[in-house]
């Protein structure tokens, strides 16, 4: 009919507005030629369902009874032709809210059991209890409990994670103990890209020269989140994938040694400036107070729904490492001077490193340098250690630092085997980064060791 | 508000095309999307300004964009340079942006009071929605600094708005580009389904030249000269743009069936609906033959009563974002 009519107007215009009209007005679903009476409702019924059941899950309090009743209601109402069907929908979505009120208040009196699931199992305690859920999605952002505001518009996907978990320790044998794919911690950088400066005049370049970058972060995968200036949070890789962020990297926590943090930790980026941070410039400079309070959000729920211990929260600079020279902090992010009380953290810059203390790292003048003169309270305890270690096996600290360097070298080598080349070094935040961050970010190559050089 | 308050922009990858109401009708303006960049010199700047060539100079260094990249780019034997691939900003151009906005300020002009434009957007690649989000938003941005009230249409749904009045608007809209072929099936004017292939004019040029050791240029001029697909080869170029043709075409087609057999959101026809076709792709000789048999191939849940080419192919898309803006008045 609507063609009939439309036929007799002479217009292209008048006829073409004719129809969309028309077939906007009598709601007439095009999709299968039936009153689409139930649309609207069908769509609020799907988000009440998305509601409840990120709720449930983000408490790890969701059974199958409810979702699968759901589910089925949902069906039931959003095809209804018939008297019965509608009727059976309104029963069993009676029932899937009555089981998620149930389980609801009984989630907020427990605490999360994990699911009976092995991963869940696996999870570490958290220091303290967070309790950050997922309250709603609206289009491509997440709003969680907290406060936390992502966006997924940026989405992009690498592949999901698979990593050897090794023991740690000085003396122990380090052998593969176990194969994961969730993170164990964050790891905090900088994009240390080039920014318009805040100004009014600005506004039209300050917006492509922030999309320039998540645009970039995104094509490289080279995070899993991006803080922009203004504190938006970014998700760019689905915390369950791998991400390029790390590079060269290892951190060691309660009896576990991790290499390669592509695969086993997140990767967070504050957009900042070139050398944003320094021994000249105050981290209140580089970095915004709206970056800070997004920051601790994140941090309060990527440690609430990953179980995340407080001491594997770190910096790139902490985990950074030349394996060729046996150096650490081949990227120098924070130079030390990462506030990590403002993200609700204790000062990790105080935890021994592994990496100098159990491997034999060390350092160079320019990553003192780059600290302004002094190394972090951690990498003097760890150069302690290192010495204290070597002393046991009456061997010099430059013995046992060859030692442990060849053994770090076969260690490379068998993670290679077992992780896909493309996370490790093949795709590396080195490269990756070069190409938008000030070199100053990207010590691309240590002089020759001198200056801090354990004896 | 008046007709002359309204544009309709199509931004391709390979031209940009913006529409307005004219006195005899609808009204086209083109201009070429790439640049070159050339040494800047008073007298190189002088002869441009006077050509009416669209330039901007940086320092030492002069970009000369639109129809003026393709004949400095001889004359200097450098290569043009696309602010735009596969149908988005090109995220490895580092003057994309910049670019792109000085052609669009030079082609659309300071918006009047309350003026409103309309701007074709493809249909998003696989995997680069997010791609798709920026470019969307960038231009977006871009005309409303010009002062424009900005909507977008989906480039396919366009076609079908230019060329499908005596189907009702529905039927089948593919407009086969530069850099890519962009599909809408509509039902009475509105979208049912739309995607978008990346193997269009730029990937023919691109596959052409590599096996025929001819550059792109060559092979797009060849192209453009009356190249038509009758099967009788008359050398390898001929040859090589056959069979990049016929992938191109096998490609639509075969992704057309992928996405109907997936999509639960089809309406049931039910009548035969036609296709249209337009873009510089769709110009060869012989093409909608060849297009017609490669449907006949594909099962799908309708009838096709005909495969047509557009009546003004090269500025259909820009004709149907022109009423989707006038609609809005």
Same mark, same amino acid.
């Given at each position: ?26 709601? +007439? ?112 952002? +997440? ?32 052998? +593969? ?110 970095? =915004? ?133 493309? =996370? ?32 | ?9 199509? @931004? ?19 201009? @070429? ?8 010199? /008073? ?12 330039? /901007? ?24 340079? /696309? ?5 988005? @900003? ?13 052609? @669009? ?100 040029? /691109? ?123």
């Amino acid at each position: 009919m609507i063609e009939d009519y439309g036929a007799r107007i002479p217009d292209s215009q008048g006829r073409l507005r004719f129809v969309l009209r028309a077939s906007q007005a009598i709601r +007439e679903d095009p999709l299968n030629g039936r009153p689409n009476v139930f649309g609207s409702w069908g769509r609020r019924l799907v988000a009440l369902h998305a509601l409840c059941r990120a709720s449930l899950v983000a408490r790890g309090s969701l059974g199958i009874g409810p979702d699968g009743i759901s589910l089925f209601a949902l069906w039931l109402w959003r095809t209804p032709s018939t008297g019965w069907k509608l009727a059976l929908g309104s029963a069993c979505l009676l029932v899937m809210l009555t089981q998620v009120m149930g389980l609801g208040s009984r989630a907020g009196q427990e605490k999360p059991s994990g699911g009976g699931q092995p991963a869940e199992k696996l999870l570490a305690k958290p220091e303290e209890k967070l309790d950050v859920w997922l309250v709603e999605t609206l289009g491509q952002a +997440e709003l969680y409990s907290n406060g936390l505001r992502v966006s997924n518009e940026w989405l992009t996907h690498t592949g999901p994670r698979s990593y050897a978990v090794y023991s740690r320790g000085p003396g122990a044998e380090v052998r +593969e103990i176990d194969r994961r794919d969730r993170p164990m911690g964050l790891v905090f950088h900088t994009t240390e890209s080039e920014l318009p400066t805040l100004e009014r005049t600005n506004n039209q370049l300050i917006r492509y020269e922030g999309r320039k970058l998540v645009n970039y972060i995104r094509r490289e995968q080279l995070y899993h989140f991006l803080i922009d200036r203004f504190g938006r949070v970014y998700r760019i890789v689905p915390e369950t994938e791998y991400a390029y962020h790390a590079g060269y990297s290892l951190w060691a926590e309660s009896g576990e040694l991790y290499i390669n943090l592509n695969q086993s930790f997140i990767g967070i980026s504050f957009e900042t400036r070139p050398a944003a941070i320094g021994p000249d410039v105050p981290v209140e400079e580089g970095v =915004t107070p709206a970056q800070f309070s997004s920051a601790r959000l994140l941090t309060e729920m990527l440690r609430e729904k990953f179980g995340i211990l407080e001491s594997n929260c770190v910096t790139h600079e902490m985990i950074s490492v030349n394996p060729n020279k046996m150096l650490i902090g081949y990227h120098m992010d924070w130079r030390g001077r990462f506030p990590f009380q403002k993200v609700g953290l204790p000062d990790n810059y105080q935890a021994v490193l592994a990496s100098v203390a159990e491997w034999g790292f060390t350092y160079d003048s320019p990553f003192v340098d780059e600290l302004g003169g002094q190394v972090w309270p951690g990498v003097r305890r760890s150069r302690s250690l290192c010495r204290r270690e070597a002393a046991l096996r009456q061997l010099s600290v430059k013995r046992y630092r060859e030692q442990q360097g060849r053994r770090f070298l076969a260690l490379v080598r068998e993670v290679k085997k077992t992780t896909p080349a493309l =996370t490790w070094a093949d795709h590396d935040t080195d490269r990756s980064a070069r190409s938008f961050a000030s070199a100053n970010n990207n010590r691309a190559q240590h002089g020759p060791e001198q200056g801090g050089e354990i004896t | 508000m008046s007709k002359k308050n309204v544009k309709g922009l199509d @931004l391709g990858t390979s031209r940009i095309v913006v529409a307005r109401h004219g006195e005899k009708g609808y009204q086209y303006e083109q201009e @070429l999307n790439a640049f070159v960049e050339i040494p800047y010199s /008073r007298i190189t700047v002088k002869a441009m300004e006077q050509k009416g060539i669209p330039h /901007r100079v940086e320092g030492a260094i002069c970009y000369a964009f639109g129809r003026g990249a393709d004949q400095f780019s001889n004359m200097i034997d450098g290569q043009t340079r /696309r602010p735009m691939y596969s149908g988005l @900003l090109n995220p490895n151009e580092p003057k994309s942006l910049e670019m792109t906005e000085e052609v @669009l300020t030079k082609m659309c002009g300071k918006a009047q009071s309350g003026e409103k434009i309309c701007f074709s957007v493809p249909g998003a690649p696989p995997r680069r929605e997010s791609d798709l989000t920026f470019h969307q938003d960038t231009v977006k941005q871009m005309l409303e600094e010009l002062g424009y009230k900005v909507m977008s249409l989906n480039e396919g749904l366009a076609v079908v708005y230019a060329e499908l009045e005596d189907d009702s608007f529905t039927g089948i809209g593919v407009s086969f580009g530069g850099g890519m072929c962009n599909v809408c099936i509509a039902y009475l004017g509105m979208s049912a389904l739309s995607f978008c292939t990346v193997r269009a004019g730029d990937y023919i040029d /691109r596959s052409a030249a590599s096996v025929s050791n001819e550059t792109t240029t060559t092979v797009r001029l060849h192209k453009e000269s009356g190249f038509s697909l009758n099967g009788l080869s008359q050398n390898s170029l001929d040859q090589a743009l056959s069979v990049y043709y016929g992938d191109m075409i096998r490609g639509f087609t075969e992704r057309l069936g992928q996405e109907v057999s997936r999509t639960k959101k089809l309406p049931k026809f039910d009548e035969a609906i036609p296709v249209v076709v337009s873009g510089g792709s769709a110009l060869a000789g012989g093409f909608q033959r060849e297009l017609k048999a490669a449907l006949k191939k594909v099962s799908l849940p309708f009838e096709i009563s005909e495969v047509k080419l557009a009546e003004d192919p090269l500025n259909s898309t820009a004709k149907g974002t022109l009423m989707a803006a006038t609609l809005e008045m």
